[in-house]
């Protein structure tokens, strides 16, 4: 499991709209929050023994409290469920340190940020952070409804350049091609939501030539492994120089923990990013959620939780 849990009371649970809450927390006994940069997310250790990663919707400049938006998933496999049904103001949590894999770049002339539904509690606090810096940002609102919609009143009071698109008051899903369109090249895109959204970000920044697109996952992306996988490796520790060996059915993240390495890792589902480790050598099949296609191209460091390896040798910078 992660090595790096800290103690945190949950202080405050809130309504913020239909199926959505707001989750604060503050540090429990000698505990200190760490500072975190807009876009990251926590992992919650929660008491039914489920690992869930949820981004930080509060202001980077408050100090001592971390606030997460946690949506009721219809598929909830454990995590939202419980945090909805059995979460208490005044139960002990423990949590891991701020993770970022969603780095908001402040040196952009201009940032275009897209949320759906409860991605809007990264994008939420990236968009005041550009703003508060003074720089030229607006945001590309989309949910099902309005009432399912986190965080309108503080967006409202924001008094920025916001475009809201609610499905059913819009008769339509939101059309990305023609809400991004025309815009200089130069401008950084940003986007958290869910993943066919996420997708067509994806495809609609590569298809009108936009290079800087970020995307953040708040599920598993299921990536299947690709056809010329294999199902046997071996695996060069460069600074251990051990040389293990992934046979059929071995999750690569296993064979390096019984070997003895020192690898932080939470959701074992390629989305916190925990587990991230760099590669020098090898062919990675990348199929997690963190990466853009941009960094699996480069090839410079993968997940090893979800990820395995095209090639007969992967050496790792570990
Ligand atoms: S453990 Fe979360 S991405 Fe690997």
């Given at each position: 499991m992660s090595n790096s849990t800290i103690n945190a009371l949950v202080h405050t649970l809130r309504y913020e709209a239909e199926g959505i809450i707001s989750v604060e927390l503050r540090p429990y006994g000698d505990t200190v929050f760490a500072p975190f940069e807009a876009g990251s997310h926590i992992d919650l250790h929660l008491p039914n023994g489920l690992v869930r990663s949820y981004s930080l919707l509060n202001s980077p400049s408050d100090r001592g409290r971390y606030v997460v938006g946690i949506l009721r998933d219809?598929?909830?496999?454990g995590g939202s469920e419980f945090v909805h049904g059995q979460l208490r103001v005044g139960m002990q949590l423990p949590i891991s340190q701020p993770r970022n894999n969603f780095k908001l770049d402040t040196s952009a002339r201009h940032s275009v940020l897209v949320a759906g539904g409860i991605g809007i509690t990264p994008i939420y606090c990236m968009f005041r952070q550009l703003l508060a810096l003074g720089k030229s940002a607006e945001l590309i609102y989309c949910a099902r409804t309005r009432k399912e919609a986190a965080l309108i009143e503080e967006i409202s009071g924001l008094n920025a350049r916001v475009l809201y698109h609610f499905n059913d008051e819009k008769g339509t899903m939101p059309d990305l091609a023609t809400y991004l369109a025309g815009q200089p090249a130069d401008t950084h895109f940003y986007c958290c939501g869910p993943t066919p959204m996420l997708d067509a970000f994806e495809s609609t920044c590569e298809g009108l030539g936009y290079p800087h697109a970020h995307i953040e996952r708040f599920t598993a992306a299921e990536l299947p492994p690709s056809e010329d996988a294999l199902n046997s490796y071996s695996v060069e520790l460069k600074k251990s120089g051990k040389t293990l060996s992934v046979e059929p059915g071995l999750n690569l993240l296993d064979v390096l923990l019984e070997a003895g390495c020192d690898i932080d890792y939470s959701c074992r589902e390629g989305v916190c990013g925990s587990c991230e480790t760099k590669v020098l050598e090898g062919d990675v099949d990348h199929r997690d959620g963190v990466l853009t296609k941009a960094e699996r191209a480069a090839n410079k460091s993968m997940m090893v939780c979800v990820s395995g390896c095209k090639s007969r040798r992967l050496v790792l910078d570990i």
């Open positions: 219809r598929n909830s496999r």
